[in-house]
């Protein structure tokens, strides 16, 4: 058995893989395709976390001794989860609602090896100034956000041009909140480099 666990990132998302890799991480990654449906009842803070666990326990068979990372990401706002767009109605009313207002992002993570599990939810909360009609329309049109929660990314001209503050962590927003992975990850024996 080697000294260092190996690090699996059960995840297909670009966002997430550069985050991890650009914090110097070594892990190779894993996709499945997961149903992403949860109980209609489940308080809209806990979504995020609920859905990692869903897709930890899936990642998780046929696994032995690898450490896994799995996250989901949720854009809640009065009390509203907004999901992916699927459509360019869906993401123009989408960035509509997150217009001239304040919504948090929520980003649940689990960590497992054969042993042990953990799992953590990490808020950040994302100001946006009134986007105008043909902010939205460019944005959509040119950066097609349907496999975003919220229908934006951050790192993107929108974030760039419509976000006036945040507070809480910038990754988490991104997809993956790596200051405090990296500290869970350690219980784990996963040091970056």
Not at 40 to 56: F, G, P, R
Not at 121 to 138: D, M, Q
Not at 174 to 184: H, K, M, R, S, T
Request: glycine content about 6%; aromatic content about 10%; overall charge negative.
């Amino acid at each position: 058995m080697s000294s260092t666990p190996h690090l699996i990132l059960g995840s297909n998302s670009p966002r997430r893989k550069q985050i991890l890799s650009d914090a110097g991480y070594d892990f190779t990654t894993m996709s499945l395709a997961i149903d992403e449906s949860y109980p209609s009842d489940l308080e809209k803070n806990e979504i995020a976390k609920y859905l990692a666990k869903i897709k930890n326990e899936a990642y998780r068979k046929g696994l032995s001794s690898d450490v896994l990372l799995t996250a989901d990401t949720t854009v809640i706002i009065n009390n509203e989860s907004l999901d992916k767009a699927n459509t360019y109605d869906e993401a123009v009313s989408m960035l509509q609602v997150l217009s001239n207002n304040i919504h948090e992002v929520i980003t649940g993570y689990c960590i497992s090896d054969d042993k042990k599990f953990m799992s953590n939810s990490i808020v950040t909360r994302v100001y946006f100034k009134e986007l105008g009609p043909e902010e939205i329309h460019h944005y959509v049109e040119k950066f097609k956000p349907y496999d975003k929660a919220g229908a934006y990314g951050i790192q993107e001209w929108i974030g760039m041009i419509g976000i006036n503050k945040i507070e809480g962590s910038y990754f988490n927003v991104v997809g993956l909140p790596i200051f405090e992975i990296a500290e869970d990850l350690k219980n784990f024996g996963i040091s970056s480099h």
